[in-house]
C-alpha cells in the first residue's frame, strides 16, 4: 500500500551540502521525493515539532541544533514508506547503523544523525502538516 511519510535532512547534513548524497540514497531505497523545501526552522517551529521532548534534558540543545542552519523537510512516498525510511536511515548511533544507511554513510554522531523520519504513519501526517499544505505535495 503506497503511503507517506515524512523526512528532514538534518543541519549537520545541509551544512556539509550532503542533501544530494541524501536524496540518492532516499531514491535509491526506493522512496519519491514528492515534496522538498529548504527552510530555517523558527525557535517555534522546533520547540513544536520536538515537543513530545520537551521533558527531557537534551531538549534545549535538540531545539538549538534544529535551528542553526537550514534543513531540508521533504514527503516521501513508496510502499510501506515509514518502515522503509526508517531503515534506509539506518540505527540512530551512526556507530551501530548498517551499512548503506544514511547514518552509516554522513552522520557524525548520535545527536548530529543527519535525518530524522517519522516512526509511524499517524505521526507521518501531523509532521506533514506542520511544514507542507496540500498543494504543495505533488504525487
Not at 527552510?39 to 515539532?49: H, N, T
Not at 516521501?76 to 548511533?93: K, S
Request: hydrophobic residues 40%.
Amino acid at each position: 500500500m503506497t503511503e507517506r511519510t515524512f523526512s528532514i535532512i538534518k543541519p549537520d547534513a545541509t551544512e556539509r551540502n550532503l542533501t544530494g548524497q541524501v536524496n540518492a540514497l532516499i531514491e535509491g531505497a526506493g522512496l519519491r521525493i514528492v515534496a522538498q523545501k529548504r527552510i530555517k526552522m523558527s525557535r517555534a517551529q522546533a520547540e513544536e515539532f520536538y515537543g513530545v521532548h520537551k521533558e527531557r534534558p537534551f531538549f534545549g540543545e535538540l531545539v538549538e541544533f534544529m535551528t542553526r542552519s537550514p534543513v531540508v523537510v521533504q514527503v516521501l512516498e513508496a510502499d510501506n514508506a515509514v518502515a522503509r525510511y526508517r531503515e534506509v536511515m539506518g540505527a540512530t548511533n551512526p556507530e551501530q547503523a548498517a551499512e548503506g544507511t544514511i547514518r552509516k554513510a554522513v552522520a557524525k554522531s548520535v545527536g548530529e544523525n543527519s535525518v530524522h523520519g517519522s516512526d509511524s504513519q499517524d505521526n507521518a501526517k501531523i509532521e506533514i502538516a506542520q511544514f507542507f499544505t496540500d498543494d504543495e505535495i505533488v504525487g
